[in-house]
T-cell receptor, first 112, second 112 residues
Framework: TQLLEQSPQFLSIQEGENLTVYCNSS?????LQWYRQEPGEGPVLLVT?????EVKKLKRLTFQFGDARKDSSLHITAAQPGDTGLYLC????????????FGKGTRLHILP | KAGVTQTPRYLIKTRGQQVTLSCSPI?????VSWYQQTPGQGLQFLFE???????NKGNFPGRFSGRQFSNSRSEMNVSTLELGDSALYLC???????????FGQGTRLTVV
């Protein structure tokens, strides 16, 4: 069972379009992170959300943490080819002395 | 501040051989985690070391082992290599508290 479910698995859209990808769980997380990974490289941390309902913006990227701290979304406005990559969500479960858990990721491809 | 350094970047081994991968975390970080990434399985947790002690372990066979030195550098070893061990091996350096992972570029291991 995947503790963090990401959807969709794959997404291919035209440059300039908007998109949203999701990260869902039945567990409560103390924090969630989003990473972007390019082929052959390690994931790069984009943002950490900590408070339920929190919204963070990073240029054209908007990250939201669900009120119940069980889910998160990433919205990209006016997607560009440079946004292409594997987007991973990850987090630490609440009250668990545990490892960081990763979702399987959404592979995003922006067509020029 | 230097990032996470993994060596080597690429490695080709034959079945039955063993391999050692190295990871130098961000200066000051005492926690190092190792992950195996394959297209089908995503990021799978191998183990985490903190101050030279294994703190968490994933569900991998005993052929996969690791250690951490007093300077926080870590190594992982895979013995009796199998074709299925071909993957990108990623090392993550974690701060304290370890809510965010900073990854190296990875070691691409190919077993032939």
């Amino acid at each position: 069972t995947q503790l963090l479910e990401q959807s969709p698995q794959f997404l291919s859209i035209q440059e300039g379009e908007n998109l949203t990808v999701y990260c869902n769980s039945s567990s409560v997380f103390s924090s969630l992170q989003w990473y972007r990974q390019e082929p052959g490289e390690g994931p790069v941390l984009l943002v950490t959300v900590v408070t339920g309902g929190e919204v963070k913006k990073l240029k054209r990227l908007t990250f939201q943490f669900g009120d119940a701290r069980k889910d998160s979304s990433l919205h990209i406005t006016a997607a560009q080819p440079g946004d292409t990559g594997l987007y991973l969500c990850a987090g630490l479960r609440m009250n668990r002395d545990d490892k960081i858990i990763f979702g399987k990721g959404t592979r995003l491809h922006i067509l020029p | 501040k230097a990032g996470v350094t993994q060596t080597p970047r690429y490695l080709i081994k034959t079945r039955g051989q063993q391999v050692t991968l190295s990871c130098s975390p961000i200066s000051g970080h005492r926690s190092v985690s190792w992950y195996q990434q394959t297209p089908g399985q995503g990021l799978q947790f191998l183990f985490e070391y903190f101050s030279e002690t294994q703190r968490n372990k994933g569900n991998f066979p005993g052929r996969f082992s690791g250690r951490q030195f007093s300077n926080s550098r870590s190594e992982m070893n895979v013995s009796t290599l199998e074709l299925g061990d071909s993957a990108l091996y990623l090392c993550a350096s974690l701060g304290d508290p370890s809510t965010e992972a900073f990854f190296g570029q990875g070691t691409r291991l190919t077993v032939v």
